[in-house]
């Protein structure tokens, strides 16, 4: 199917989860996709595990209009990227928008932060079900779950079933 010509948002701050921020990477890449590494700041960021990444722009230019959808990762990066008001309005337009917005593990901590849940049915790591309950959320414990526009996964072992319905829902578009 490929997703030439799908601009791609990926948010990244210190102690991103690795593999939740390369495997799409890769994938996205991989389906023609073009990748941008959003982050509070342009500047080399480090993974959980001190895997390097280096953000292509800062969270000023982060504008819905300009992308097809955002992937958020987990790790511990999502509880200091949802200190950034520009990220947190950035995926909140996103879903208003109806963008894709797909998040992994701790990045449903950006979804309740933008107050996106409400009413809607996700999943994530076991650690944040509290949060996103009671943001309004209805959890349950499957490996990827879409409503709607948003995508949510559970933990690195669910990337492949969470980059298959991403690349599935783009392709609709």
Same mark, same amino acid.
């Given at each position: 199917?490929?997703? +030439?010509?799908k !601009?791609?948002?990926?948010?990244?701050?210190? @102690?991103?989860?690795?593999?939740?921020?390369? #495997?799409?990477?890769?994938? %996205?890449?991989?389906?023609?996709?073009?990748?941008?590494? =959003?982050?509070?700041?342009? !500047?080399?960021?480090?993974?959980? #595990?001190? #895997?390097?990444?280096?953000?292509?722009? $800062?969270?000023?230019q982060?504008?819905?209009?300009?992308?097809?959808?955002?992937?958020?990762?987990?790790?511990?990066?999502?509880?200091?990227? !949802?200190?950034?008001?520009? %990220?947190?309005? @950035?995926?909140? +337009?996103?879903?208003?928008?109806?963008?894709?917005?797909?998040? =992994?593990?701790h990045?449903?901590?950006?979804?309740?932060?933008?107050?996106?849940?409400?009413?809607? &049915?996700? &999943?994530? #790591?076991?650690?944040?079900? $509290? $949060?996103?309950?009671?943001? /309004?959320?209805? @959890?349950?414990?499957?490996?990827v779950?879409?409503? /709607?526009?948003?995508?949510?996964? !559970?933990?690195? $072992?669910? %990337?492949?079933? @969470?980059?298959?319905?991403?690349?599935?829902? %783009?392709?609709?578009?």
């Open positions: 199917m490929g997703l +030439q010509g !601009r791609i948002a990926i948010l990244v701050e210190d @102690f991103y989860q690795d593999l939740e921020v390369w #495997y799409p990477i890769l994938r %996205l890449r991989e389906e023609g996709a073009n990748v941008v590494v =959003i982050a509070p700041q342009k !500047r080399s960021y480090k993974g959980k #595990y001190g #895997y390097p990444i280096e953000a292509d722009v $800062d969270e000023s982060a504008k819905a209009a300009n992308f097809d959808a955002v992937v958020i990762p987990g790790g511990w990066a999502p509880d200091r990227m !949802r200190l950034s008001k520009k %990220l947190v309005d @950035f995926v909140r +337009q996103m879903d208003r928008a109806g963008k894709v917005v797909a998040s =992994i593990c990045g449903g901590w950006m979804l309740a932060s933008a107050g996106i849940v409400k009413g809607r &049915t996700v &999943t994530s #790591y076991i650690a944040i079900k $509290d $949060d996103l309950v009671n943001a /309004g959320a209805k @959890f349950v414990d499957r490996e779950v879409r409503d /709607g526009n948003l995508i949510t996964s !559970r933990k690195p $072992d669910d %990337l492949p079933a @969470f980059m298959k319905m991403i690349i599935e829902t %783009l392709g609709e578009s």
